[in-house]
């Protein structure tokens, strides 16, 4: 190995200098200085023959350091599976069962409002199916654990949606007391009896009059919020017409 070093250093160093502007006007060197160069090279090829050396004494180290901690790891992995009572075979299953429900809520994520809030059955039921495998001992693993108390997270609050009531179907007033008020008050439409003119205005086709609504009729609600200038108008009016009706009853009573 040293001679075939030996030969490619002198034949790097011969042609080195020979392609060398410093040595275009002499093709030669002497005997001692070609001596010396390779001398000076054999030096640098033994310090970093020792350099890698070292190196691979190192890996070596370290990969024995690594086996080692393999073993220790399996051996502590071993001591926690019999503290929980579960074999591989049964930490296998767990793990591919938690994956199925990760894969869920993956999937659930996706999608949009409105159809998480249809499918808030859904949801609840993979909340239980969580669950179930946060009741078993070898949810305690860390493994499994903290992934759980996230999974736990992104299902509840995270997949949880409020169904957003976009029609309602009138009932009678004698059962379910409906009015245009009494509807926008109830907490699950609006909260607010004042967004009756909204309920109004949006269902004209088949509200001519406020007043008036029938069960059965299934009207139509807008988002809650500021009411339109046509709402605030057509209320306007509803509540002169109110007035002016009512004082020309009070006149015609006075008049009798």
Known sequence: MKILLFIFTLLFVTGM???SPAMSAKKEITFEQAVKIIADWQAKVDELTLKVETADGKI???KKELEAAK??????????YSLVEASLKDIGDF???LGVIEGKVRQMQRLSDDVLADRQDDVFALEAELNAL???KMSLIPEFYNKIIRLAKDINPGLIREKVIKSYTVGTWSEDRDCLWN????NEIYGDPFQWSKIWQANTDIVRNPDIILPGQVLTLPEAGTKTDDEVRAERRYWREKREALEAEEGAVKGE
């Open 183 to 186: 509807i926008a008050a109830k």
């Open 134 to 136: 946060r009741g078993e």
């Open 17 to 19: 200098f020979v392609s």
């Open 71 to 80: 073993i220790a790891l399996a051996d502590c992995n071993k001591n926690l």
């Open 60 to 62: 070596d180290g370290l």
């Open 95 to 97: 793990r591919q069962r």
